[in-house]
């Protein structure tokens, strides 16, 4: 059974920063895409980046790039998203979310699997 376990996340005001962290089962987490996402009340699950475990530099949405980092530490299984500047838009229930290979990496469809979410909430 795979999982993916998240922890991080809270309440920051604008400007401020969170990582958030996602744990992937030992058997899955090499050579995995592990993807972003977040969703906010009424809105539709939104991608936010991603990276391919095995190798390769992340990638991010237009309205997150040069504000949020991706990293992995292999040693630990996880993957991180680092989130600088934020905004109060930025307020959403961030997922994380893995499958084999990175086919379909901007659709919530091309990940099978999926972690609990954790809330970030951005005060003016």
């Known amino acids: 059974q795979v999982q993916l376990v998240e922890s991080g996340g809270g309440s920051v005001q604008a400007g401020g920063s969170l990582k958030l962290a996602c744990a992937v089962s030992?058997?899955?987490?090499?050579?995995?895409?592990v993807g972003w996402f977040r969703q906010a009340p009424g809105k539709e699950r939104e991608w936010v980046g991603h990276i391919y475990t095995g190798g390769g530099s992340p990638s991010y949405a237009n309205y997150v790039k040069r504000r949020f980092t991706i990293s992995q530490d292999n040693a630990k299984n996880t993957v991180y998203l680092q989130m600088n500047s934020l905004k109060p838009e930025d307020t959403a229930m961030y997922y994380c979310a893995a499958s084999r290979w990175c086919t379909r990496p901007f659709s919530v469809t091309g990940y099978t699997w999926w972690g609990q979410g954790a809330q970030v909430t951005v005060s003016s």
């Open positions: 030992a058997d899955t987490y090499l050579r995995s895409c």
